[in-house]
């Protein structure tokens, strides 16, 4: 739980959600065909009872995991272990930065051990009884090892909570309007070192097999003005069954990616929309607008941070024999507090991505005028998925980051405004 925290900034802008994958269809030539299907039935029917069930525990864990995550850091506290592991770092460790180091690795590893069965089965156990998963149990336990090496070096080997909780002691008060200084230049940072840094550590990432495929993937990329050089296909399929696809970083870092899952599941015009959606984030300067939400989101988020974390010092402090938030042992209360404030905001900040994510339907649409290939997408992504195509309200308000697939469907089958002349409202080419 911690580490999807700490990672949020690493992340990349998907097309598709976390858990899709696609149904198997052939590479067929990219002709354009008139919808006759009833695709909305069609995704209804794939929502089979089975695919119901599924969905039934995913929207549990979604929900309860990150209550389960707070609770435990600060059971830490309520235990002693937080104070126990402050005395130790400070008898053990010379200085802030290694007391913080010492303190955050014993920490992260404690985190890492309590929620290991609710992570393996989130992560592995279900994804293999709905058939969703290839990964054996070893590799699954290795990428988790790995994150977590990850997440000792990122924030605890390089200084960043170490200055962080300098500056927390050194302005008791103002403390969250100095750290949200902070976290554009952050955030950037992760942005641009995500692929060049993080994901090879889990994948092999080689350039498109595919000439063919390749030349139009890149011929889209110069209708749309994007500056692509190559295209990349990564291994996905040691891992699951889903289809992804993505364009991440920027400047020297930028780089288009297809799960080799999606090259086998989809056929090229479909392959060519879901391009064309990912190219739509990079043209409509989507990560530059996440980064500017995550500078101005970060003084709400922190403040009420700090406002909660105050109050509950001076409720449970003197029990807990921590009484400033500077205090080492005060780490997981700060990281509890601001992952209640995530879980607090994630309606505001889910409308915000499926806001985003429409728009990049938008784009895919105008550039390639190829509705029906957008519609059989988003069904082989509901059937693939296991997906409810028309979710409860609460739950797409509560978890969707993008707009439920019943409804990117109808849009892709009715948005087509070059037929009746009028302008495009995201594609500027022509």
Do not use: C
């Not at 699951?240 to 020297?252: L, P, Q």
């Not at 990912?278 to 980064?291: N, S, T």
């Not at 507090?337 to 309606?347: E, R, T």
């Amino acid at each position: 739980m911690l580490r999807r925290l700490l990672l949020l900034g690493l992340v990349a802008l998907p097309l598709l959600a976390p858990r899709a994958h696609a149904a198997a269809n052939s590479k067929d030539s990219a002709v354009v065909r008139p919808a006759t299907r009833d695709y909305i039935a069609e995704a209804r029917a794939a929502f089979t009872p089975e695919n119901r069930a599924y969905q039934r525990q995913r929207v549990a864990l979604a929900i309860v995991s990150p209550l389960v995550g707070i609770a435990v850091g600060l059971l830490l506290l309520f235990t002693g272990v937080a104070q126990w592991l402050r005395d130790l770092a400070n008898a053990r460790a010379k200085g802030q930065w290694a007391r913080v180091l010492v303190f955050f690795t014993l920490y992260s590893v404690i985190m890492a051990v309590v929620l290991l069965p609710l992570d393996w089965y989130s992560g592995w156990a279900l994804e293999h009884r709905f058939a969703l998963s290839n990964q054996s149990l070893g590799d699954w336990a290795l990428d988790q090892g790995k994150a977590l090496a990850f997440q000792i070096v990122a924030v605890g080997v390089l200084p960043l909570l170490a200055l962080a909780m300098r500056v927390v002691d050194a302005h008791p008060r103002r403390w969250w309007l100095w750290l949200s200084l902070g976290a554009l230049p952050v955030a950037a940072a992760s942005v641009l070192l995500q692929p060049l840094v993080f994901d090879p550590l889990f994948n092999k990432f080689t350039p498109l097999h595919d000439a063919s495929l390749r030349d139009d993937i890149l011929a889209l990329a110069r209708r749309a003005d994007i500056p692509a050089r190559n295209v990349y296909e990564v291994d996905m399929s040691t891992k699951t069954k889903k289809v992804n696809a993505y364009m991440t970083g920027f400047g020297s870092s930028q780089r288009i990616v297809l799960w080799d899952t999606t090259l086998k599941q989809m056929s090229r015009d479909e392959i060519l929309f879901v391009m064309g959606h990912e190219m739509g984030h990079y043209v409509l300067h989507h990560i530059w607008k996440g980064l500017a939400w995550v500078a101005a989101g970060s003084f709400a988020v922190l403040w009420l941070t700090a406002w909660f974390a105050r109050a509950l010092l001076a409720r449970f402090g003197g029990r807990w024999n921590v009484h400033a938030a500077g205090d080492l042992a005060a780490i997981p209360l700060l990281f509890a507090v601001l992952m209640w404030v995530n879980y607090l905001g994630a309606p505001v900040a889910n409308a915000i991505s499926r806001g985003v994510e429409h728009e990049a339907d938008v784009f895919a649409l105008e550039i390639t005028h190829d509705n029906d290939a957008g519609a059989r997408s988003f069904l082989k992504l509901a059937e693939g998925n296991r997906s409810d195509p028309e979710p409860a309200g609460w739950v797409k308000l509560l978890l969707f980051t993008h707009p439920p697939l019943g409804d990117r469907i109808r849009f892709a089958l009715d948005y087509k405004p070059w037929e009746r002349g009028e302008p495009n409202r995201a594609y500027r080419g022509k």
